[in-house]
């Protein structure tokens, strides 16, 4: 157990739908980051978020955003949702901005899109 | 701008073969460098890290990675896998002054009876 809740584990929908995926970090780690996961694209970093305040952007498309809440947990917001968009979710922790700094990776949300 | 590169998409292995994943980076500065490991329906977890010191470096389940400098490799190694070894390998770069990491396309280990 790497100490990072997402929820929902699975979440099936429908294209043109928006969903919201929530994750809470380990206790104390003060560094978000959101990554998708899908068979063609392998691991693509989306987004990272330190203390409230987004630090890096990767590939995250326009219809997504993040935000970090003062509690520091994190929700990605997938809107006008496309077939393309199934795909495992994961929002990772760390301590904070140092390079040497492990990730610890939630067990994800799968995302279906029908 | 950093870069990693996992040659091998997949590599299937006996049991208690060795096997050798392989992993080469590029970056304009001074970097710290990962192997994360992905187990079925799981997120990853860090395997190992070289941060700085002997440039060999070891797992509790015995694989190492080996930092080479000249190279811009690190590579991952153990010299007789079993079948819980079997999940998709990720090498990963940070550089040393700051977090942004950047992973590898992933390597998937399979081990054959």
């Known amino acids: 157990d790497s100490g990072v809740t997402q929820t929902p584990k699975h979440l099936i929908t429908a294209t043109g739908q928006r969903v919201t995926l929530r994750c809470s970090p380990r206790s104390g780690d003060l560094s978000v980051y959101w990554y998708q996961q899908s068979l063609d694209q392998g691991l693509q970093f989306l987004i990272h978020?330190?203390?409230?305040?987004?630090?890096a952007k990767g590939n995250i498309l326009e219809r997504f955003s993040a935000q970090q809440f003062p509690d520091l947990h994190s929700e990605l917001n997938l809107s006008s949702l496309e077939l393309g968009d199934s795909a495992l979710y994961f929002c990772?922790?760390?301590?904070?901005?140092?390079?040497?700094?492990?990730?610890?990776f939630g067990p994800g949300t799968r995302l279906t899109v029908l | 701008a950093q870069s990693v590169t996992q040659l091998d998409s997949q590599v299937p292995v006996f049991e208690e073969a060795p096997v050798e994943l392989r992993c080469n980076y590029s970056?304009?500065?001074?970097?710290?460098l990962f192997w994360y490991v992905q187990y079925p329906n799981q997120g990853l977890q860090l395997l190992l890290k070289?941060?700085?010191?002997?440039?060999l470096v070891e797992s509790i389940n015995g694989f190492e990675a080996e930092f080479n400098k000249s190279q811009t490799s690190f590579h991952l190694r153990k010299p007789s896998v079993h079948i819980s070894d079997t999940a998709e390998y990720f090498c990963a770069v940070s550089p040393s002054s700051y977090q942004k990491v950047t992973f590898g396309t992933g390597t998937k280990l399979q081990v054959i009876p």
């Open positions: 070289y941060l700085s010191g002997s440039t």
């Open positions: 970056s304009s500065v001074s970097v710290y």
């Open positions: 978020y330190y203390n409230g305040e987004e630090r």
């Open positions: 990772a922790s760390s301590g904070g901005l140092a390079g040497e700094d492990e990730q610890f």
